[in-house]
């Protein structure tokens, strides 16, 4: 079984985010960068499947720039078998990276493919949504638990609101991991040294036959308004009066 | 505790632009070293350092080691971390791969080591008596021997540790009386008791080798009649599983000021197995080759320390807020200035920051020179380079822990009252600093090193290593117009150094009191020059990338190099001065004075 792990590289989750001047998007020009934390726990979980004798195969797949040959051999240096990185230097946005990562499926013909249920950059939590319905596959999302069975489909418990939902899936189908699906290891040197001899296919979007061009278009980055200074008030009689009639929430 | 961030960039900086490591590629090892796959190393080991063992370090001071009838217990948390430390390889790393090792450069090991320093000093003493005991080893084993321990040795499943110390004899090991009698098998019997032996007893390994200096029965008195012996606690069959205990025990564990949750062990050998290693009486000869590893080393401590406390002093500059700027309010929506706006701050940190920098440039310098001495095709290159690590240990191993004591202190003194106090780690620097101006060799053996022996080896040969390319090299960037704003300042220490070496060379031959007098100055004048060396190459280096995109990296480089020319580098004046005044101060002074 062929498991396939998408890892978007993104701003390292140390970095405190800079907007950039003209309010174009966010400063990412010597800054850290680093594998979104939950595409870490996406690797995590595959090499376990692989550890544990249920994959037999963990490929890595990347998508954007060069650089993100860094993100993928990080993956790599985890555990993972190869990797796949499909360059462009045009902006992604959730659509083209779920109907690229289609367009690699059908490719690689992988029986679970896991991401991370959102990325720390963007937040938009759609691709691995818009993956499962491109494909025909089953989704799975916001998964803190997987178990594999043995007829072909796997239990995964979810992280809703309410708590805990356990659903099954039949493969193949879409992970999305959650916080507290597993805690990502710390690469071994040996696995690092390793990981620069493992292979990475490189791959255009036109190869795959994809148009990855946006299809939003961004008007302006803000960063969030100062938080003004609070005041003290005199009595709680005041503080309901100031909620009731200036804050409006109660 | 102050949070450390690894110096990711500064470590980058300095091996890939100033010391171009990538240069080097022809050696074993480099090969694989390539940018991306240190830049992946760095990281993780950085990641490892922030997330694994910088959160015990506090937690270790306050708890420390536990004694309980002959066992040891290190403090919560530390097995683990040790383990996952152990698993992912990384006492490997500069180890020969015939035995497990990564076979990694042992520039890359410094940078990785400084790490660990900065994040958990007490921890970094297990591994690093592992790699102690597995150089000496590696170095002067029997292929036995070498076969049986080392891959636990790399591996971290075993830990070592070096039993030098007797009660009645620290620096002077001549007066070593643990005794190693023949036996008939060919192994021996040690009895004796070692004291200040780090790692001596834990419980972080399944078993301990411990290296121990003994006297054979025939041995003639003196430093010429030890010899080294590997003795394990549990006795391995040959495949390595341990079987039975052997007959040493851990009487006690000392309290200490610092590194507290690094068991320093009392080590009673009771007729323990052993075997020798390396030749009879030769004991000593066999210590030093990993010895001078391990003075290094303890050099990287005190530059890990310094740039935690950096790290501490800085972050809390920024944040605290006490009175106003003397040149006009500077943040007048606060109620007062962060205290970084004062020129006392900034001259703690500064003096902090320009010295660590030049220390780590220096440190991973010797660090590259040992890997040429040992891998270089070319027999005279190889030679050059020993010459140069021989010349530069003991000014790494006794002027970067020196700053790292004094940039400890200072931390202390940018967090005032609060620095004090326990909560904010900053003190524990300071305790944990101090041990490594002591140990492998105290600072003051460190400054007769390199006057008594270092010198004169020769003829001034190891001397001649470092003159001559300096020398050449400060010449050519003094005629850079804007290189010679730092290139000057060094050559007119230079000129003091050479001047301060004719001195010695003259007064000490005469008398060796004379010599001994000036050693601590000359050392430290020594070290001036290296570091203002240091920082004019890595000035050229900023100077060339003031167009890049990370011009304020460079530019920042650019002010650690002119503070320290400006402010620290004078030192090289007065220490001239003192040291020339010669030794009658001192040794003029009355016995019954004191």
């Known amino acids: 079984m062929k498991v396939l792990v998408a890892v978007k590289r993104v701003v390292d989750y140390n970095v405190k985010v800079r907007v950039k001047a003209d309010g174009t998007g966010v400063e990412t020009a010597n800054v850290k960068m ?9 690797v995590e979980e595959a090499v376990r499947l692989k550890e544990a004798g249920k994959a037999t195969e963990v490929i890595a797949v990347s998508l954007g720039p060069t650089q993100c040959q860094e993100t993928i051999r990080t993956a790599l240096a985890m555990g993972a078998d190869r990797g796949i990185h499909v360059q462009t230097d045009v902006e992604l946005q959730p659509l083209a990276v779920a109907k690229l990562l289609k367009a690699v499926v059908d490719k690689e013909q992988p029986q679970i493919c896991i991401l991370g249920k959102q990325a720390i950059d963007d937040d938009a939590n759609q691709t691995g949504q818009m993956l499962a319905a491109l494909a025909g596959w089953p989704q799975a999302t916001f998964a803190s638990k997987l178990v594999i069975n043995d007829d072909g489909s796997a239990n995964v418990t979810r992280e809703v609101d309410g708590g805990l939902e356990t659903v099954t899936v039949k493969m193949p189908f879409v992970l999305t991991t959650d916080l507290r699906l597993n805690e990502p290891r710390y690469a071994s040197l040996p696995n690092i040294m390793k990981a620069k001899k493992k292979p990475i296919d490189t ?5 795959l036959g994809v148009d990855a061009a946006p299809r939003l278009k961004t008007l302006k980055v803000a960063e969030p308004a100062k938080r003004q200074a609070g005041i003290k008030v005199k009595s709680v009689a005041e503080l309901v009066d100031k909620l009731r009639n200036e804050a409006k929430v109660i | 505790m102050p949070a450390y961030e690894a110096p990711l960039r500064d470590i980058r900086f300095v091996l890939n632009e100033v010391l171009r490591i990538d240069t080097f590629s022809n050696l074993p090892g480099f090969a694989d070293a390539t940018p991306d796959v240190v830049d992946a190393i760095l990281e993780e080991a950085a990641k490892f350092c922030s997330g694994e063992l910088q959160p015990l370090n506090q937690s270790g001071d306050e708890e420390g080691c536990h004694f309980d009838d002959g066992k040891v217990t290190t403090p919560k948390g530390f097995k683990e971390a040790y383990a996952k430390f152990a698993e992912a390889g990384w006492i490997g790393l500069p180890c020969d791969p015939a035995y497990g090792g990564q076979g990694l450069p042992k520039v890359i090991n410094f940078a990785v080591e400084e790490m660990v320093c900065s994040a958990n000093l007490s921890f970094g003493m297990y591994p690093g008596l592992s790699n102690g005991a597995y150089n000496a080893l590696h170095l002067h084993g029997t292929e036995e021997q070498k076969k049986l321990y080392l891959p636990k040795l790399v591996s971290g499943q075993w830990s070592g540790t070096m039993c030098l110390t007797e009660p009645q004899c620290g620096t002077d090991l001549g007066l070593i009386k643990t005794r190693a009698e023949p036996q008939a098998d060919g192994s021996y019997r040690i009895t004796g008791t070692k004291i ?9 390994t399944e078993n301990i080798v411990h290296l121990v200096l003994a006297r054979l029965p025939d041995a003639p008195a003196g430093i010429r009649g030890i010899s080294l012996f590997v003795c394990p606690k549990f006795l391995p069959d040959a495949a390595g599983k341990v079987g039975e205990r052997n007959k040493l025990a851990c009487g006690a564990i000392e309290k200490k000021m610092g590194i507290k949750a690094s068991a320093t062990c009392v080590m009673n050998f009771d007729g323990a197995q052993a075997w020798l290693v390396g030749q009879k009486h030769k004991g000593m000869s066999a210590m030093f080759t990993m010895m001078n590893f391990a003075r290094l080393a303890v050099g ?21 807020l006490q009175m106003r700027s003397l040149g006009g309010v500077k943040a007048p929506d606060k109620p007062a200035d962060p205290i970084i706006v004062h020129p006392d701050v900034r001259r703690m940190l500064l003096t902090q920051r320009s010295i660590t920098e030049a220390c780590r440039a220096l440190a991973y310098w010797a660090g590259m020179e040992l890997d040429i001495a040992a891998h270089h095709p070319e027999a005279e290159r190889r030679q050059a380079a020993d010459d140069l690590v021989a010349l530069l240990t ?4 006794a002027y970067l822990t020196d700053h790292g004591s004094l940039a400890a202190n200072l931390g202390v003194q940018v967090f005032g009252g609060h620095g004090f106090i326990r909560d904010w780690g900053m003190e524990q620097l300071i305790r944990d600093a101090r041990i490594t101006q002591i140990y492998e060799g105290t600072n003051g053996i460190q400054a007769l090193d390199l006057v008594g022996r270092k010198l ?4 001034g040969r190891l001397l001649r290593r470092f003159f001559h390319p300096v020398t050449a090299y400060l010449e050519t960037a003094a005629a850079k117009p804007a290189l010679a704003e730092f290139a000057l300042p060094t050559i007119k220490a230079m000129a003091k150094l050479q001047q301060a070496t004719a001195w010695l060379a003259q007064a000490g031959l005469k008398d060796p009191e004379e010599a001994g007098a000036a050693a601590h100055d000359y050392l430290r004048l020594f070290a001036l020059v290296a570091l203002g060396y240091m920082w004019c190459r890595m000035a050229e280096v900023a100077l060339s990338k003031q167009e890049s995109e990370e011009r304020a990296f460079y530019q920042a480089k650019l002010a650690g190099a002119r503070f320290f020319m400006a402010k620290v580098i004078p030192e090289t004046n007065l220490l001239f001065t003192t040291m020339t005044s010669g030794k009658n101060a001192m040794m003029a002074v009355p016995d019954d004075y004191f």
């Open chain 2, 456 to 459: 004169s080896v020769g003829t």
């Open chain 2, 196 to 204: 200040f032996i780090s790692a001596g007893e834990h419980d972080l």
């Open chain 2, 300 to 320: 990287i401590q005190g530059l890990g320390v310094a740039e935690a406390a950096y790290q501490g002093a800085v972050t809390y500059a920024k944040e605290r």
């Open chain 2, 394 to 397: 003991p000014i790494v191993k």
């Open chain 1, 34 to 42: 680093s594998m979104n934390p939950f595409d870490e726990i996406g």
């Open chain 1, 203 to 207: 791959l255009t979007p036109e190869q």
